[in-house]
């Protein structure tokens, strides 16, 4: 059996990373970068100023201490958006924050060490801790001219956006959204609304999966179910392959005598792998590529637990390799377990739960109950997968766990997911 990263690479070596295209860059947010980005100025642009205040010559404040203060006329207004003044010797300029440093000017006082009572004067009561050039951005201490400030293959998101607008980026060049079809395979399913007969089950699998890769910034294509016959399901495989970037398929790669997706994937593909991956759920997994148009396919297994987990594992980084991003592993931390767990020692078995900050700089990590592959609610609610490593039956409460990080994690509430 293939270890879990040994199946993972094989997988990434046949992806390709799509095509670009340019969107505005009120449509960019969740998208990957496909240009560099170079600042087209510096910024702050300008000298201003950091905090509402005074902007002052140093060296003409620098004898205010505890017991002596300094009055100044007030000769200049520097609000943001106004142009630079020229600040007189002996005065003091009343500035916003935002606003240009007046020419001459070197220090900016906090408002809050001041006097204000006098409309044309102030009186400086108190210096900045930090001496002279205090509470002043300068000209591009942030970015330089020419500097390449976001380099592609980077997410888009809030930060990033307000960047690129800064950068006067108002089209941008992007990774296209893959699409990926997803194909639910068997006899037993049939489609949510439809009754069901004795021996059949609703394919929830696909449409979990569809939501996953949408989570990963893809489109997804759900296709029709693929029923237990050669020529049946060669149709929907062959139009899947037509209109997608990727196809994930779920079920069918197993041994079963009615397990007819491998020899379709035979007929179609020109690379063709089935493996076991010492992995606990999901261990029959399938890869090709196809011969019509080099598309990569990912066979999961169909338990939907199993679809699950090796969504996460293996179709994931494929995703987002397609979108020209390299940060495909997920997040790993260290925690301690909440209860004990009791796992195979032939495979890595990677356990449902909830991880959460601990209170005291560290994570707390607690297991669904039931770690059955049956179980669709040990996929509801869960954050994060322990791994309990090859050759370790059996971890007590309280040791330390290696975590993949799934999802956003809280804060200890103490609530138990049974």
């Known amino acids: ?41 510096d910024h702050p642009a300008f000298d201003n100023s950091a905090m509402d205040g005074y902007a002052v010559r140093w060296d003409e404040v620098a004898s205010v201490s505890q017991n002596q203060t300094i009055r100044l006329p007030v000769s200049l207004e520097a609000p943001a958006g106004a142009s630079p003044g020229v600040l007189l010797p002996g005065t003091a300029a009343r500035i916003m924050t935002g606003g240009p440093l007046p020419k ?12 204000e009572s006098e409309p044309d004067h102030v009186t400086i009561k108190a210096l900045p801790g930090n001496g002279q050039g205090a509470h002043i951005r300068r000209q591009g201490e942030n970015i330089h001219v020419g500097q390449v400030v976001l380099e592609p293959g980077v997410l888009l998101r809030g930060g990033e956006i307000g960047l690129l607008a800064t950068c006067g980026k108002a089209v941008v060049a992007v990774r296209r959204r893959p699409v990926v079809a997803i ?26 999966l569809a939501a996953l890769v949408q989570e990963c910034g893809a489109q997804a ?20 392959l037509g209109s997608a970037e990727l196809v994930v398929s779920t079920g069918g790669v197993s041994v079963g005598d009615r397990d007819v997706v491998k020899d379709v994937l035979e007929a179609l593909c020109a690379q063709l ?12 997994l399938a890869f090709g590529v196809s011969q019509q148009g080099k598309v990569p396919l990912i066979g999961v297994p169909g338990n939907p637990v199993s679809a699950y987990v090796g969504f996460w594992q ?5 995703i987002l390799k397609a979108q020209g991003r390299s940060d495909w592993c997920l997040a790993r931390v260290s925690a301690r377990l909440g209860r004990a767990v009791r796992s195979t020692q032939r495979r890595l078995d990677l356990q449902r739960g909830v991880l959460r900050a601990d209170g005291a700089g560290g994570y707390e990590f607690m297991p669904c109950g039931d770690q059955g592959s049956g179980n669709l609610l040990s996929t509801t609610g869960i954050n994060a997968l322990a791994h309990i490593p090859i050759g370790v039956g059996s971890l007590e ?7 993949e990080v799934l999802y956003e994690i809280g804060a200890a509430s103490g609530s138990d997911r049974g």
Do not use: C
């Open 1 to 41: 059996m293939l270890l879990l990263e040994e199946a993972r690479a094989a997988i990434l070596s046949g992806v390709s990373v799509v095509g670009t295209e340019r969107v505005a860059l009120t449509q960019a947010h969740g998208r990957v970068l496909a240009e560099p980005i170079v600042a087209p100025a």
């Open 104 to 115: 001459g000017a070197d220090t900016v006082i906090m408002r809050e060490d001041t006097d």
């Open 183 to 208: 194909i639910s395979t068997g006899d037993e399913l049939v489609e949510v609304g439809q009754a069901t007969a004795p021996g059949q089950i609703i394919n929830s699998s696909g449409y979990a």
């Open 221 to 240: 294509r759900v296709l029709p179910i693929a029923p237990d016959e050669f020529e049946p399901t060669r149709q929907v495989f062959m139009e899947a």
């Open 273 to 284: 792998s089935f493996w076991k991956v010492r992995v606990k759920p999901g261990k029959p």
């Open 314 to 318: 293996f179709v994931r980084p494929a």
């Open 397 to 403: 409460q309280g040791q330390q766990v290696d975590v």
